[in-house]
């Protein structure tokens, strides 16, 4: 069955936002993450699709500090950065709180996508810092937030309302 551009999309989408549930908080079964993708929109998402889900991104099941067993992203079967991926496609995220703009990328690509905004060598931003898979970028002052967040959207090619892959 060939698959439409509008389908190859949304599995991305899905891809990029299962990562980010699975990164960020603590799952113990399909069904809970099931749950969690619907509310954030994919209401006819089945178990299927999770259990595909999983597969595709390494998801291995550890033991937290209270003997829990959750869903985990294995590092070692994570995506190999390729330079040859524009870098908007990286991205997954640009985002703001009061004190620090928080750019979310695939893993592997933090650091590259941290460069990037350093080689700007930009009069708005006091320093980045880089892991796999966030960049932390400290605002010279934080009344300049909004303004620092568009240029790097602006440097990085991410439209606007880009932040659509994160949860509210």
């Known amino acids: 069955m060939k698959r439409t551009l509008p389908t190859l999309e949304k599995e991305h989408q899905q891809l990029i936002l299962c990562h980010q549930l699975i990164a960020s908080r603590h799952f113990s079964s399909q ?11 994919y209401k006819n998402i089945g178990q299927s699709t ?4 999983l597969k595709t991104l390494g998801v291995v099941k550890v033991q937290n500090a209270k003997g829990k067993k959750i869903y985990a992203l294995n590092e070692q079967s994570q995506f190999t950065p390729d330079a040859q991926r524009p ?4 991205v997954t995220d640009v985002d703001h709180n009061p004190q620090f703009v928080v750019v979310h990328v695939m893993p592997g690509y933090g650091r590259a996508v941290g460069r990037i905004i350093d080689h700007h060598r930009l009069p708005e931003v006091l320093g980045v810092i880089a892991s796999s898979t966030t960049v932390l970028v400290a605002p ?3 009344t300049e937030l909004d303004r620092v967040c568009r240029i790097i959207r602006r440097i990085l090619a991410i439209k606007e309302n880009h932040g659509s892959n994160r949860l509210p």
């Not at 999770?50 to 889900?53: A, V």
């Not at 870098?87 to 990286?90: D, T």
């Open 87 to 90: 870098v908007n496609e990286m």
């Open 31 to 41: 069904e809970e993450l099931r749950q969690e993708l619907q509310r954030a929109g």
């Open 140 to 142: 010279r002052e934080t």
């Open 50 to 53: 999770i259990s595909q889900l």
